[in-house]
């Protein structure tokens, strides 16, 4: 480098004053870049490979590793290049290089098959962050053949000897995990400086205080140059590659591959019980925590979400359940990473009685009462007996039959059935009835015939006395008395 410096500056010396070297125009396309798996012919999870990083820093050293591994795919010149290989290929690699130019990154390594993959992409132009003393840092893409957005590392003047080192770090927050598989990145970029012979262009990890850990070379070639990072390196939080050039090198984008593993929470809790009709404003629900660590929990009737609990609640008491109805009651945990299966239990409220069922009062059976009766409620502790709006009695819930002896002769009742329990009451359930309203059965056998004149005679003969069902039942004109008159109206009734 030393004697590359004194050729220039003596060509500097030599050109006329006032006159600057033409700019040289650089214009990178993109190119593929090779396989890590390019040496696998058929992957297998059961063998064991080993990932190795190759620092091949000179044309003579890819060359090298090109003729005694020709698939590795080493496309773009010196640079670091990490590749998947077996045994028998490593020892061709440790018979073709020496140890300083390659490092085992790892001796048992496979393909990541994760089933959590998260992936971000920055822009070159969306640091976090730069430094640079000189300067030295530039938002364009300059010899990126289609690129936009870029980000400029060094000092650009192909004619100055001179130096310029500039850096630019990038900033990703993956989701929670609970173990990380494999980070890789992956910078697309090239050095548009076409006076180095090699690259001096790097990746690193940033870590908290500031610094690298790692060095990847970067390939002089507009091209994707790929990764596998150290997973613990982290920077305030994120996961920070930091890339440094002194001579001009542009970065298209920066691409981050996180593999990691989040299972959600195992266990649900267990022995979920909702009470059934213990209460009349709540359903009472308790459960058993099971062993795990959860954030927490969640308590949904019929499939919706009521309430979020914390992780060591055992107990919740809905006060929105609905009267006459039975809910389904289920209770799940979760952690940053998912929720547990559910287990579930119904439960229901201690509601007001259902209305009475099936009341009738009779309607002329009886010439001196009326009968009403009714289906029992499972629910109901007692029974109000209503005539006409007026509240006659109470009766047990067993009791479902209600007898009215103070009822006039030809008079229709309206009677209603209000059903009763600690939670309330229920709506009336109402029938009309009435007494026989036809006199004339005088002997009370159920027919009106000739046999009911002889009872009547009788009583007017004073052969017979009249009790209070005769009077009433003899007394046809209702003038009060039994006479002559009532067995002319009872003879027309028998005749029709």
């Known amino acids: 480098m030393r004697i590359l410096i004194l050729c220039l500056m003596s060509f500097l010396m030599a050109v006329p004053s006032g006159t600057t070297p033409p700019e040289q125009p650089l214009i990178r396309e993109y190119s593929p870049p090779g396989n890590m798996d390019a040496l696998i012919q058929n992957y297998s999870e059961d063998t064991a ?14 060359t090298r590793v090109m003729d005694s591994l020709p698939l590795a795919q080493l496309n773009h010149g010196p640079a670091s290049y990490q590749r998947m290989m077996d045994i028998s290929t490593f020892q061709r690699l440790e018979e073709t290089i ?13 393909l990541p098959n994760s089933r959590s993959f998260w992936v971000q992409v920055h822009e070159g132009s969306e ?6 003393d000189d300067e030295a840092i530039s938002y364009d893409c300059d010899c990126l053949s289609g690129a936009s957005e870029c980000v400029r590392l060094g000092y650009y003047a192909w004619y100055n000897p001179l130096d310029y080192w500039g850096e630019a770090w990038y900033a990703y927050d993956p ?22 012979l090699s690259s001096e262009s790097y990746l690193g990890m940033r870590n908290n205080e500031g610094g ?35 001579d001009n090198y542009v970065i298209d984008n920066v691409k981050l591959e996180f593999y990691y593993s989040c299972d959600a929470a ?29 954030l927490g929990q969640r308590i949904y009737r019929d499939d919706v979400l009521i309430a979020n609990l914390d992780a060591n609640t055992t107990t919740y008491q809905d006060w929105l359940a609905v009267p006459n109805t039975t809910h389904i009651y289920c209770i799940e945990t979760y952690n940053e990473c998912g929720d547990s299966p559910q ?10 009685p259902s209305v009475a069922e099936n009341i009738m009062a009779s ?4 010439d001196n009462q009326i009968v009403v009766i009714w289906d029992e409620n499972d629910d109901t502790d007692t029974y109000k007996i209503y005539r006409d709006g007026t509240w006659l009695g109470i009766n047990n819930s067993t009791q479902t039959q209600y007898v009215d002896q103070f009822v006039d002769f030809g008079i229709t009742y309206e009677y209603c059935i209000e059903s009763i329990n600690v939670c309330g009451d229920s709506d009336w359930a109402c029938d009309s009835g009435f007494t026989n309203t036809q006199p004339g059965d005088v002997n009370d056998d159920g027919d009106v015939n000739v046999l009911d004149v002889v009872v009547m005679v009788n009583v007017i003969l004073l052969l017979e006395d009249a009790n209070e069902y005769i009077s009433w039942a003899a007394d046809l004109n209702i003038d009060g008395s039994i006479n002559v008159m009532d067995v002319v109206l009872l003879v027309n009734q028998i005749l029709g």
């Open 127 to 132: 640091t976090q962050g730069t430094w640079t």
């Open 175 to 196: 989701p929670f995990y609970q173990e990380i598989e494999e980070v890789r990145v992956t910078v697309r970029g090239a050095q548009c400086d076409d006076l180095p």
């Open 98 to 110: 020496t140890s300083p130019f390659y490092q085992i990154i790892s001796a048992d390594y496979h």
């Open 49 to 62: 490979y080993l990932l190795v990083q190759l620092n091949l820093k000179s044309d003579s050293l890819v």
């Open 343 to 352: 287990i579930c239990n119904p439960g229901s409220l201690h509601a007001p």
């Open 363 to 366: 309607d002329g059976l009886y």
């Open 266 to 294: 195992e266990y649900s809790p267990a022995n979920l019980l909702a009470s059934d009709a213990n209460s009349c404003t709540n359903v009472d629900i308790s459960w058993e925590l099971s062993p795990s660590v959860v």
């Open 212 to 246: 690298w850990a790692y060095d990847y070379q970067l390939s002089i070639d507009y091209t994707d140059n790929e990764f596998v990072v150290p997973s613990d390196v982290w920077s305030d939080g994120f996961l920070m590659p930091q890339m440094g050039s002194e």
